[in-house]
C-alpha cells in the first residue's frame, strides 16, 4: 500500500530536490536504490510494499583515531548519553513517550564497527519515526549530571563482568580496537570534554550509512531522509581526547591486554580462586581476509570434530578458542595449541568445501526473505563486504586455506587462562 500523500510527494521533490540532492548509483538488484547526499550520507533505499512496515538502520563507522587508544569507555558512555539526552526543547522523556505512544521500537547498539540504530515502524509513522532518529543522534544536548549517572551505571556493568573470571579474560584478550570494553579506571578518567571532543570527530554524515526497508517510494524516500539529515555536517576537528586519568578513579581489576609476538610463551593470566581452568586463544581477523572466505570459515571451523574438545568460533572480528575441562594448565595450553596448528598445517578439504558452500546457499535462500537480513546484506554491500555468490563459487580450496593460515598464525592468537592460583601457578 502506497500512501496518498506520495504523489504530492513526488511531484515537491521533482520540483526542490534537483538543486540540492544527489549522487545516484547505477541500478542494482530491483528494488534497491542508492544515493547520496550532498554532506557524504550514504542512503539505500529497499522498496516493499508488501508489509505495512518501515524498517530504518543508521550505521556510524567508529575509526581508532576518533578516540585515544585503548579508550572504548568514550563510545560507550557517548551512547549511553544519547540515549538519556534531551534534544533541542524536546525533553529526553518527552522522546521516550513519543516512540511508545507512536508503537516505534527504537534499539541503539555498539560493536566493533560503529554505532548502530535500528527503528522500526508503521509506514504512516515513517516521517515522525526518522525525525525522531534525527533527533536522538544530531541534536542531542549532553548534561554533566546525566554523565555522572550513566558513568555509575556503566561502573556497575563492569564490575559485573569482572564478578565472572571468564568474562575478565575474555574481555583482556579482546584486540586493543576494540570498542565494547571499558575498565573502571578508564571510565573514571573520562570528562565531558572527552565527550563533547569525541562526538564532534566521530559524528560525521560522511561515515554513516542509511537504510530504509519498506513500504514507501524512491521519492518519498528522499524527502524524508532529506529533511530529517540534510542539515547534518561535519564540525570541524577537535583537540584529541585527554589520557591522563583521573586522580580519583577506581582502579581496574581487569589486567591489560598483551602484545602480539611472534610466540605467546606467557599467556595472560587471570587467577580466580576456586573457579575451574579455561584456557583462551583469541586472533583479530586478518586485514585482506575476503568475505567469501570468512563466511566458508564460519560454517566450517564450528563443525570440526578434530578440534574436540576445543570449542572454536568466529565473533567478528576474532576467531575464538576456548577449552575448558583440563586440570592442568600446561597440558590445557598444549592440548589447545596442539589442536590449533593441527588445523592450520591441514586445512579443508574439497568436500568441505563443497559442504560449505551448499549451506551458505542454503542459508542464504532462507534468511533473503527475511527484511533484518536483506537489511543487513545490503549494508555489506555498501561497505564492501558483503559475499557475492560468483565469488564464493569461484573461491578456490588453496585460498580458503591459506586465510585459515594466516588467522591461525602464531604471532595473531592471544593467549590467556583462567583458573586457581594455585592451579596457574603450574604454568
Known amino acids: 500500500?502506497?500512501?496518498?500523500?506520495?504523489?504530492?510527494?513526488?511531484?515537491?521533490?521533482?520540483?526542490?530536490?534537483?538543486?540540492?540532492?544527489?549522487?545516484?548509483?547505477?541500478?542494482?538488484?530491483?528494488?534497491?536504490?542508492?544515493?547520496?547526499?550532498?554532506?557524504?550520507?550514504?542512503?539505500?533505499?529497499?522498496?516493499?510494499?508488501?508489509?505495512?512496515l518501515v524498517r530504518i538502520r543508521l550505521q556510524l563507522d567508529l575509526e581508532p583515531g576518533d578516540g585515544p587508544p585503548g579508550r572504548p569507555e568514550l563510545a560507550v558512555l557517548a551512547l549511553r548519553m544519547l540515549d538519556q539526552a534531551d534534544a533541542g526543547s524536546l525533553k529526553a522523556q518527552d522522546i521516550d513517550e513519543a516512540l511508545e505512544g507512536s508503537g516505534i521500537r527504537l534499539v541503539q547498539g555498539l560493536d566493533h564497527e560503529g554505532i548502530s540504530w535500528r527503528l522500526v515502524a508503521r509506514s504512516r509513522d515513517q516521517d515522525r519515526a526518522l525525525g525522531l532518529l534525527a533527533d536522538r543522534v544530531l541534536r542531542a544536548v549532553f548534561d554533566p549530571f546525566v554523565l555522572e549517572v550513566q558513568r555509575l551505571a556503566c561502573w556497575r556493568e563492569a564490575g559485573r563482568l569482572d564478578a565472572s573470571p571468564h568474562a575478565r579474560l575474555r574481555r583482556a584478550l579482546e584486540?586493543?580496537?576494540?570498542?565494547?570494553?571499558?575498565?573502571?579506571?578508564?571510565?573514571?578518567?573520562?570528562?565531558?570534554?572527552?565527550?563533547?571532543?569525541?562526538?564532534?570527530?566521530?559524528?560525521r554524515p560522511d561515515r554513516a550509512v542509511l537504510?530504509?526497508?519498506?513500504?514507501?517510494?524512491?521519492?518519498?524516500?528522499?524527502?524524508?531522509?532529506?529533511?530529517?539529515?540534510?542539515?547534518?555536517?561535519?564540525?570541524?576537528?577537535?583537540?584529541?581526547?585527554?589520557?591522563?586519568?583521573?586522580?580519583?578513579?577506581?582502579?581496574?581489576?581487569?589486567?591489560?591486554?598483551?602484545?602480539p609476538a611472534a610466540t605467546v610463551p606467557n599467556p595472560l593470566l587471570v587467577p580466580a580462586t576456586g573457579a575451574p581452568l579455561r584456557v583462551q586463544a583469541v586472533a583479530a581477523a586478518p586485514a585482506d581476509l575476503a568475505p567469501e572466505a570468512e563466511a566458508l570459515l564460519m560454517l566450517l571451523l564450528p563443525e570440526d570434530p578434530a578440534l574436540y574438545p576445543v570449542k572454536l568460533r568466529i565473533e567478528p572480528?576474532?576467531?575464538?578458542?576456548?577449552?575448558?575441562?583440563?586440570?592442568?594448565a600446561p597440558a590445557a595450553r598444549a592440548s589447545l595449541g596442539a589442536r590449533l596448528e593441527a588445523l592450520r598445517q591441514r586445512g579443508f578439504t574439497e568436500v568441505d568445501l563443497r559442504r560449505a558452500r551448499a549451506a551458505w546457499t542454503a542459508g542464504r535462500a532462507l534468511l533473503t526473505l527475511h527484511p533484518e537480513a536483506r537489511i543487513a546484506e545490503a549494508m555489506n554491500e555498501v561497505r564492501g563486504r558483503a559475499v557475492h555468490p560468483a565469488r564464493l563459487e569461484t573461491l578456490t580450496l588453496g585460498a580458503l586455506n591459506g586465510a585459515l593460515r594466516r588467522w591461525l598464525e602464531p604471532a595473531r592468537l592471544r593467549l590467556g587462562l583462567t583458573g586457581d592460583p594455585g592451579v596457574l601457578k603450574e604454568r
Not at 576474532?318 to 592442568?328: I, K, R
Open 1 to 52: 500500500m502506497r500512501p496518498l500523500a506520495t504523489a504530492l510527494t513526488t511531484a515537491w521533490a521533482t520540483l526542490a530536490l534537483p538543486g540540492l540532492i544527489w549522487a545516484q548509483s547505477p541500478a542494482g538488484p530491483v528494488g534497491v536504490q542508492r544515493f547520496t547526499l550532498p554532506n557524504g550520507l550514504r542512503v539505500v533505499h529497499l522498496e516493499d510494499h508488501e508489509r505495512p
Open 175 to 203: 584486540p586493543e580496537q576494540s570498542l565494547r570494553t571499558p575498565t573502571i579506571a578508564g571510565l573514571g578518567a573520562v570528562t565531558l570534554e572527552d565527550l563533547l571532543a569525541f562526538r564532534a570527530r566521530a559524528f
Open 211 to 259: 537504510i530504509l526497508h519498506g513500504d514507501l517510494g524512491l521519492e518519498q524516500a528522499k524527502r524524508l531522509v532529506l529533511l530529517s539529515f540534510g542539515t547534518w555536517t561535519a564540525t570541524p576537528p577537535a583537540p584529541p581526547a585527554s589520557t591522563a586519568p583521573a586522580t580519583n578513579a577506581p582502579t581496574s581489576t581487569a589486567p591489560a591486554a598483551p602484545t
Open 317 to 328: 572480528p576474532c576467531l575464538v578458542a576456548t577449552l575448558d575441562g583440563e586440570t592442568s
